[in-house]
């Protein structure tokens, strides 16, 4: 088993920025990928960004390229997402999550955080 879990989330103005934690424990060697996805009220849960933890090789939803950046410390099992320039479209509960695959499908993901809240407000 993998846990996961998420610290970082909060309530920010339009413009403002935000970093959110991922620190995986157990086995996390059977993991090759870690996402972060994201689902606002109403809405289908959605690929934010991926990396991979050897590789450091990263990936981007087209709605946040270019303002999030995704990053990895190995040694710490962590994955950090930094939000700038949030939108009051990036409002949503945001998950972290593993694969043993590499992949942005939320479907190939084995292991999912309990969510952490972003609110933007405009």
């Known amino acids: 088993q993998v846990q996961l879990v998420e610290s970082g989330g909060g309530l920010v103005q339009a413009g403002g920025s935000l970093r959110l934690s991922c620190a995986a424990a157990g086995r996390t060697f059977v993991t090759r990928t870690m996402g972060w996805f994201r689902q606002a009220p109403g809405k289908e849960r959605e690929f934010v960004a991926t990396i991979n933890w050897s590789s450091g090789t990263t990936g981007y939803a087209d709605s946040v390229k270019g303002r999030f950046t995704i990053s990895r410390d190995n040694a710490k099992s962590t994955v950090w997402l930094q939000m700038n320039s949030l939108k009051p479209e990036d409002t949503a509960v945001y998950y972290c999550?593993?694969?043993?695959?590499?992949?942005?499908?939320?479907?190939?993901?084995?292991?999912w955080g309990q969510g952490t809240q972003v609110t933007v407000s405009s």
């Open positions: 999550a593993a694969s043993r695959y590499g992949s942005s499908a939320p479907r190939t993901y084995d292991y």
